[in-house]
């Protein structure tokens, strides 16, 4: 369901009373494993608010990623 919605399983967890599973966190990802460009840009991203905002931003983001990973494979 939370795949259908495009959110985090912990936020339909939670807003219906059960504790977040610890797998779905996402805050566990080591930034230090990330390349510096990828983990300055999910910070910056991060602070964009309110989350239906943020979401869609990084929906935009995924879709051009996508299509530059596309575009690349086609040369």
Do not use: K, W
């Not at 996402?26 to 979401?55: C, F, G, I, Q, T």
């Amino acid at each position: 369901m939370a795949d259908h919605f495009g959110v985090n399983p912990n936020e339909i967890l939670t807003r219906a009373g059960y504790d977040p599973l610890h797998f779905f966190d996402r805050s566990l990802v080591d930034p230090a494993a990330l390349a510096p460009e990828v983990a300055d840009l999910a910070l910056y991203l991060n602070h964009l608010s309110p989350l239906a905002r943020r979401r869609e931003v990084c929906q935009a983001v995924r879709a051009l990623v996508d299509a530059a990973v596309r575009a690349a494979q086609e040369s």
